[in-house]
């Protein structure tokens, strides 16, 4: 069966900014971003290398006003890329979380593609939106880049920020939280249990679903023929049939 590939290339211009953007999901992590915005670059290679997602982005703008209008929408066009990319989401993990320290920060992701746009945001210090991270990017632009990745990608995130007192370390670990979550998320289940496309789930079915990817039970395969024995978990050998 041939698998159609998980790509998407898009271009977006306005009278503040222009962005050309390609990416891969099933990459290597390799990238190529030019925003003219150091610290944007850094975060989106970041997001880039941990998420394996294969990612080359160009943009431009009216940065000698703010550098505002060129992150936002670079990141309108990442979440509308992430989302035509995925296509019916059909045999992916869905769900993904992940915890990343990042020297005295710390930060956690958790994301669901599920078709219902939903960010929930929490967690950096007081004062950390007016910081000027590299000089040109505040502290304010990192909620923006997931609201806009969050509503045109059709996710559901939660970032908390658990610790932190570098302005330039929260923002990577954040960063790199999302990039883990997101990986996990969109991953090709064909040879796992893979879910349910979103919507088809019940509740139940949401749950166990959750449940058989975080606690590492047993995957058996679309026959319930083969399976694997993730992380060691302390249930009863499977059979020969169910090889783990």
């Known amino acids: ?10 271009e977006r211009s306005t009278s503040e900014s222009s962005v050309s953007l390609s990416l891969n999901l099933d990459g290597t992590g390799s990238s190529s971003i030019s925003t003219t915005v150091p610290f944007y670059d850094h975060m989106l290679t970041a997001l880039s290398k941990h998420s394996l997602i294969d990612l080359e ?12 209008h060129t992150v936002e929408d670079t990141a309108i066009v990442l979440g509308q890329a992430l989302l035509q990319a995925l296509g019916d989401k059909k045999g992916i993990a869905r769900f993904g979380d992940a915890l990343v320290p990042l020297d005295d920060a710390l930060a956690r992701a958790v994301v669901d593609v599920s078709g219902r746009p939903y960010l929930v945001h929490t967690g950096e210090p007081e004062g950390f939106e007016y910081h000027a ?3 040109h990017f505040t502290g304010s632009l990192v909620r923006h880049v997931f609201e806009a990745i969050t509503l045109q990608a059709d996710l559901t995130v939660h970032i908390t920020v658990l610790d932190g007192r570098d302005p330039h370390h929260i923002a990577e670990a954040e960063f790199k939280a999302f990039a883990r979550a997101l990986r996990q998320a969109i991953a090709a289940m064909s040879e796992w249990w893979a879910c349910p496309p979103p919507r088809a789930l019940s509740s139940g079915g949401a749950i166990g679903c959750r449940l058989r990817l975080r606690l590492g039970q047993c995957a058996l395969g679309a026959q319930g023929t083969r399976a694997r024995w993730r992380h060691g ?10 090889q783990c």
Do not use: E, N
């Open 1 to 10: 069966m041939t698998v159609a590939p998980r790509t998407a290339t898009l």
């Open 133 to 135: 991270i590299g000089g």
């Open 57 to 68: 982005i160009t943009a431009s703008g009216d940065t000698d006003i703010d550098v505002h």
């Open 233 to 242: 978990h302390p249930h009863p050998r499977p059979s020969r049939s169910a």
